[in-house]
């Protein structure tokens, strides 16, 4: 009787073992299967990331109405043609006294030209060339810069074609104070220029 009763008990834990295992498996892979509901499928949670700290790390305030004005302000075309236009005042002032350093003909009065300069005259050359310099590399930056964040912001597009056409523009504007072809040379030798210049930087 006794040996009946373990038969049958074993023969039950047989029996059920199967059944527990494959309940087992089923509820892991249900659980799987609603973990990456959660990640990747339609229950999965989208961030608002205009929220603060929502990126992890520290959290970041929201900006106030005095920073989004400068923001605004430093992406505006005035604010990027007067930065280039005091860049280009600055570099060109230093180029100019840059090739009058290395000019020997600098501070020579072409009516006497066998008089030695004295150092006040060569440093007057100098400052007279880079000055020249200056003002001539500072409207070249300030007007290629507006240019190109006005074609940018007209196309809606950030590319190499945008430095083109300021380069165009540019050029064609400079140029055309000596006629025509001069525009027309200055137009395309500005466009190339910049092209060549953003297959480089890009």
Not at 67 to 83: D, H, N, P, R, V
Not at 91 to 109: E, H, K, P, R, Y
Not at 140 to 149: D, I, L, N, P
Not at 166 to 171: A, D, L, M, P
Request: hydrophobic content about 40%; charged content about 20%; glycine content about 14%.
């Amino acid at each position: 009787m006794a040996a009946s009763t373990g038969g049958t008990n074993a023969a039950s834990l047989g029996s059920n073992s199967p059944v527990s295992a494959d309940s087992t498996m089923d509820s892991s892979t249900i659980q799987y299967s609603m973990v990456l509901e959660h990640l990747i499928g339609e229950k999965r949670q989208i961030k608002d990331l205009s929220r603060p700290g929502v990126m992890g790390g520290l959290p970041t305030p929201p900006k106030s109405n005095e920073q989004k004005m400068i923001e605004k302000g430093m992406e505006s075309c005035a604010f990027k043609s007067i930065l280039a236009c005091v860049g280009g005042f600055v570099l060109g002032g230093a180029f100019g006294v840059f090739t009058a350093g290395i000019d020997t003909n600098v501070g020579f009065d072409p009516k006497d030209p066998l008089r030695t300069p004295t150092a006040r005259e060569v440093l007057k050359d100098m400052g007279q060339r880079g000055m020249s310099y200056a003002k001539n590399f500072a409207i070249v930056g300030a007007m290629f810069s507006c240019t190109e964040c006005i074609i940018e912001s007209h196309r809606g597009k950030s590319d190499w074609k945008n430095a083109v056409y300021s380069g165009c523009v540019t050029g064609g504007a400079i140029g055309f104070r000596a006629g025509l072809k001069a525009g027309v040379l200055g137009c395309g030798g500005f466009a190339a220029f910049s092209a060549a210049i953003e297959y480089y930087l890009r």
